[in-house]
Structure formats: C-alpha cells, structure tokens
C-alpha cells in the first residue's frame, strides 16, 4: 500500500470523522479579501508547522474571489466523500484522490483543460491515478515517496555493497545482523502493511494493466514475495522497534543498517548522520526489471456542486498551475517533499544535492503510483494475501492464484459501471 506521510500525520491526528460536515462549510471564518464569488477550500489536517498558515496566505492572495480553508481534522476522506454527496461541502478540496466512484458518480469535475501546455510537466506516476477516460479530475499538489535508507560506514564494515537486486538485499540483510544490529526494518509487521505492490514492481509486474487487467498473474510475483518472506524468516528484520517504518529513530539510533521509510525522513536523518548514509529505491527482482518506488500525491479537485464552478477552476489554476512558486513553497517549506511538477522538482535548491537529488532520481524514474482501477476490495484481497506469506509463510502461489480471482472479479465490475 502506498502511504504518504501526510496521510500518516493526518490519520494520526484528533479523531473527529464526520463531525464537521454537514452545513458547516467555512465560508466567512478567516478568508481572503479578494472580491467575486465566495469559495469554500477543504484541506486535510497537516502535522508540518506552518501548513495551515501558508494556505490561508495563498488564499488571501488570490484576489478574483473570496476563498475560505477551512483546516479539516479527522477522517478526512470519509468526510469529503460524504460532503461531497450535498449542496453544503466545499468548490475546492484536496482529495486523496479522487476515487473511482466519485469519478464515475459525477461528483467531481473534468480538470483537463487546465492542464493545457503543462501536462507533460507533471510526474507522469502521479498523474496517472488522477486521469480516466483520458480526462484529468484532479491537479496533483505534492510528492510523497518511500525509498530504502543505509547507513554506509556499516555497509562499508561488513564488506556489503548497496543492494541492486532483491536477492542482494536477502544477502545484505543476513551480512549486516549483529547482535546489537538488524540489518533490515520493514516495519514492525516485516513488511506486510507497506510494501504493498512494491515487490510486484521491482519484478516487472504490476498491479492493474493499462488495460484494465491483473497485472501480476504471473510467476514472477510469488518468486518476488516468496524472497521477503526470506527475509522475516531468516531472522534479519527489525522486528517490535520502539516506532514503526514511517520514523526513522530504529535507523538513526543504530538498531538497523537499513530501513524502508519516507523522503519525509531524510531531514532527521542528515542532521544525524551527516554524510553517512544513502538511498534507494526498492530493488529489482529478475532479469529486465527495474527498481521501484512507490509515490503518492494529494491533489486539488473541484465539487460538481459547487455553485460558482469556473471560479472555483479559475482558482485552482492560479494556485496549482500558475503560482510555481507557490507550489514550491508548498512541497519544501513545510516538512519535505518533492514538487509535482517535473521542473520544479529538478531546479528547487533543496533537492539539488545528495540524497535528495537521488530521491528526486529515483522518482523520476521508477516512480509508481496506486492505480485508479485498484478498489479497496482489490486492496484487501492483496493486503491478506501479502500478510499470510511474509508473516505465516503461506504459499505465494496458492495465495495470489486467490487474489487473481478476487481481483479479476472486482475489475470486471469497475468496467462494466465504466
């Protein structure tokens, strides 16, 4: 499962779901001064200082209409989809998203013509979960990514060298366990909350096919998740760190030589280590495949209920299309990530050099988003299976013959509703 730490900061805040729905929109509480129509702006709580202050500042900027944000504490998915099903919910949300059902419900509006002249400017893995049908239904805002973290001088002690294949990282794994020292975290589970399609990934595979196919009836898939199980069973995972996979306190303290985590670590990292550590994406597994990373990106949608529905476009095209650095502001100066336009990525200062630099890399090209087609009922036929063979060791080819039948059957019923 892709899980991008402003999802992680978002779930982890107050647990108020659907209490702020309902005729309660915003409007009038702490907008900005510019005339026209009044809108309505729902954003996601953010754990990043400064968040909720840099938003309401574009806003006050923008001066052909009246915006309000409005800060969203709790489930905010569940209050959006719900919000989005009357005439009180927002013109302008972030949407982690937007899902198919709302797409195919006619609850969000077709963005593409915002996208004239830029759209080869977006990251195409980020862009993709995003596009139906050809039309674009939401403006990706930021990236979030995960990649491999190592500790070089540890690496460079034992005689390992950066894993470049997945049966590298078995190898590296099992060479890098002391008896102070795991050589790997995948979090506390092994792996089986995070990684999600990853593996399939790095074995040339993927989740749903342009198509609108299983992507993963084959082989390769059991021999890529059959090897993390390698990894749980032969003792060189972290197991019950005092944090789990999204903080870095297990790698930065020295309990692992390497771990899973996201770009959102890398500050806390070098300002510990200094110099002494890398990046990398997920390794390959067979021969032709490419490494993997998975990316994520909340993006900016307007409602089908909005009463003002160009403005709110109007909007959302200065803000996200127009205002670089705006977008910029956004990505690096609350908390760490990398813009979701291609040129802003490659020329922002902060992720010109080191780590940062490969990770803007390896986003690039190996990049990898959830598909739009994969439904929570695919995901969770997917999570069990995953689960059953790296922590019980269940066969992966009895287990993903399972999940292709599951599958299969569930992106049968997504086509026939298209």
């Known amino acids: 499962m892709t899980i991008s730490r402003r999802t992680v900061l978002a779930t982890a805040a107050a647990m108020g779901l ?24 729902w954003y996601h709580q953010y754990g990043e200082a ?26 905010y998915d569940e209050q959006t989809a719900a919000a989005l099903l009357t005439d009180s919910g927002p013109d302008v949300f972030e949407v982690n998203g ?23 400017d977006f990251n195409p893995a980020v862009l993709a979960p995003k596009t139906h049908d050809g039309r674009i239904w939401a403006i990706p805002q930021v990236i979030d990514m ?68 299983v992507g993963f009836d084959d082989p390769a898939a059991a021999r890529a998740l059959g090897k993390i199980h390698q990894l749980y069973a032969g003792k060189s995972l972290l197991l019950g760190a005092p944090a789990d996979w999204s903080d870095p306190s297990a790698f930065v303290q020295g309990l692992t030589a390497m771990q899973w985590c996201g770009l959102w670590a890398l500050p806390v990292v070098e300002k510990a280590l200094g110099d002494d550590f890398g990046v990398l994406p997920f390794p390959a597994d067979g021969t032709g495949a490419k490494p993997a990373v998975p990316v994520g990106a909340y993006g900016a949608a307007v409602s089908a209920r909005s009463t003002h529905q160009e403005a709110a476009k109007d909007f959302l095209k ?101």
């Open 98 to 120: 937007p899902t198919l059902d709302q797409i195919q419900g006619k609850q969000v509006l077709d963005l593409t013509g915002l996208f004239e002249g830029v759209k080869d």
């Open 318 to 418: 200065w803000l996200w299309i127009e205002r670089t650095d705006y977008q910029e502001d956004f990505a690096l100066s609350y908390g760490f990530h990398i813009p979701a336009r291609l040129s802003l990525a490659r020329k922002a200062a902060k992720l010109r050099e080191g780590a940062a630099a490969d990770a803007v890399r390896y986003t690039t090209d190996y990049g990898y988003a959830q598909p739009l087609l994969w439904t929570p009922a695919s995901q969770t036929a997917y999570q069990d299976a995953l689960s059953n063979i790296i922590k019980d060791g269940a066969d992966p080819d009895s287990e993903l013959r399972t999940v292709v039948r599951k599958v299969s059957a569930e992106l049968a019923r997504v086509r026939r509703k298209s």
């Open 18 to 41: 659907l209490t702020a729905c309902g005729s309660n929109t915003g409007r009038g509480q702490g907008g900005s001064g510019g005339s026209g129509p009044d809108l309505a702006q």
């Open 50 to 75: 400064g968040t909720e202050q840099a938003v309401e500042r574009y806003a006050a900027a923008y001066k052909k209409a009246h915006v309000t944000v409005q800060w969203r504490p709790g489930n």
């Open 146 to 213: 995960q990649m491999l973290y190592y500790r070089k001088s540890l690496l460079a002690d034992a005689g390992v060298r950066p894993p470049a294949t997945l049966d590298e990282l078995i190898d590296a794994a099992k060479a890098l366990t002391t008896k102070k020292t795991k050589g790997l975290f995948l979090g506390n589970d092994g792996g089986a909350g995070v990684l999600g399609g990853t593996p399939l990934y790095a074995a040339g595979l993927e989740l749903v096919t342009p198509g609108g196919e």
